[in-house]
Every structure is written in C-alpha cells, then in structure tokens.
C-alpha cells in the first residue's frame, strides 16, 4: 500500500516495465490491531474476524506481525470497524 500522493510516481515505474499488469484500488483502507506478542495470542485474531463477519465488512486482506494483525477493507467502513474494535478491546466489562 502506498500513499495516494505516490499513484503516479508507481504508475509510471510499473507502465515501463514489461509484462507486468496491475490494478490501482483507491477504496480501501488499513485498521491495525498493535500489541506485543499479538501474533502468538489467536484470541485477538479469532474476536476480529468474528466481529468483521457480525458487521458484515468485507476483509480484503489480513497480514499478521510479531507486532501488529493488519485488516484491509472498504474504506468507508474503516471508521466503523476502528470504533468497533477499540470498544471490544478496550472497553470491556
């Protein structure tokens, strides 16, 4: 993922270069749960996929890091999911 500023610059390196196709999608965005040791608790990981799936947001890729599970989706669906996790996570009980 790239910044929207860098579209061009990365269209006109991939246009010169042979045999590559690509697609450009400018409706997506990234909300990252960040946590020490978060890729060895799959808890975090299993509550939001589970939440993803009761909201009905549609996961378009998922990368998990020693340190951070990374979910892209919509755009306009970033905000609402953000909110969602911050209360699963840090207002519970």
């Known amino acids: 993922m790239?910044?929207?500023?860098?579209?061009?610059?990365l269209k006109t390196i991939l246009d010169n270069l042979p045999n590559i196709t690509f697609?450009?999608?400018?409706?997506?965005?990234?909300?990252?749960?960040?946590?020490?040791?978060?890729?060895?608790d799959q808890a975090i990981l299993k509550d939001a996929l589970a939440l993803l799936n009761a909201?009905?947001?549609?996961?378009k890729?998922?990368?998990?890091?020693d340190m951070a599970i990374s979910l892209v989706v919509?755009?306009?669906?970033?905000?609402?999911?953000?909110?969602?996790?911050?209360k699963m996570f840090f207002e519970k009980g």
């Open 55 to 59: 909201k009905k947001i549609k996961l």
């Open 61 to 65: 890729q998922i990368a998990v890091s």
């Open 74 to 86: 919509p755009l306009q669906q970033t905000e609402i999911l953000t909110n969602k996790l911050h």
């Open 2 to 9: 790239i910044a929207k500023t860098q579209i061009s610059d």
């Open 23 to 40: 697609e450009i999608d400018n409706d997506i965005g990234v909300v990252s749960i960040v946590g020490s040791g978060i890729k060895t």
